[in-house]
T-cell receptor, first 119, second 113 residues
Framework: GAVVSQHPSRVICKSGTSVKIECRSL??????MFWYRQFPKQSLMLMAT?????????EQGVEKDKFLINHASLTLSTLTVTSAHPEDSSFYIC???????????????FGDGTRLSIL | QKEVEQNSGPLSVPEGAIASLNCTYS??????FFWYRQYSGKSPELIMF????GDKEDGRFTAQLNKASQYVSLLIRDSQPSDSATYLC?????????????FGTGTKLQVIP
């Protein structure tokens, strides 16, 4: 089945550090990838939709200058949390959709997530 | 009103019983419905998806969709302790592959051995 690799799985760093998270589709090409954030005991909240070769679309309330998204190829999207603070500590999850699915309703494939802890 | 609503639980069922998980959604234009299972500290994994009214069965799992009532459910037969997890209902609006999916807050299921 389709595999999405997310790296790193866990990050612990000091306040003010910038952290980059990678999301790769291993056996398919993904024109679109999605970045979610999940706080404890809460649901997934979509942060942004990442489109290959163009600017990401951010959800309301998500600071695009703080959460930088780059989708430079059909298999890689990166999320950079700039100048991270303790309130940014969360579980970040990416997902991707096979470009061959076209405009169909096929589900997304999720990465294993990155647990970010800012001290 | 939340776009996708689920009872947070926990829902406790004995091993071997049927677990029934429910979800309602607010947008009548929604066309795709997904059930994901999420173990603590892990990312979601797809259980089933359904597009048409009625039932869809896959092994021990049955998804049920009633668009008139804006209701989707997941039945788990012969529940096992390994089924203990949080189950997320997700809904996608309309056609178009890249419209966002909205998740419910999840129902925690506990299967008691």
């Amino acid at each position: 089945g389709a595999v999405v690799s997310q790296h790193p799985s866990r990050v612990i760093c000091k306040s003010g550090t910038s952290v980059k998270i990678e999301c790769r589709s291993l056996d398919f090409q993904a024109t679109t990838m999605f970045w979610y954030r999940q706080f404890p005991k809460q649901s997934l909240m979509l942060m942004a939709t990442s489109n290959e070769g163009s600017k990401a679309t951010y959800e309301q309330g998500v600071e695009k200058d703080k959460f930088l998204i780059n989708h430079a190829s059909l298999t890689l999207s990166t999320l950079t949390v700039t100048s991270a603070h303790p309130e940014d500590s969360s579980f970040y999850i990416c997902s991707a959709k096979d470009r061959r699915a076209g405009l169909g309703n096929q589900p997304q494939h999720f990465g294993d997530g990155t647990r970010l802890s800012i001290l | 009103q939340k776009e996708v609503e689920q009872n947070s639980g926990p829902l406790s069922v004995p091993e071997g019983a049927i677990a029934s998980l429910n979800c309602t959604y607010s947008d009548r234009g929604s066309q795709s419905f997904f059930w994901y299972r999420q173990y603590s500290g892990k990312s979601p994994e797809l259980i089933m998806f359904i597009y048409s009214n009625g039932d869809k069965e896959d092994g021990r799992f049955t998804a049920q969709l009633n668009k008139a009532s804006q209701y989707v459910s997941l039945l788990i037969r012969d529940s096992q302790p390994s089924d203990s997890a949080t189950y997320l209902c997700a809904v996608k609006k309309g056609p178009g592959g890249y419209q966002k999916v909205t998740f419910g807050t999840g129902t925690k299921l506990q299967v008691i051995p």
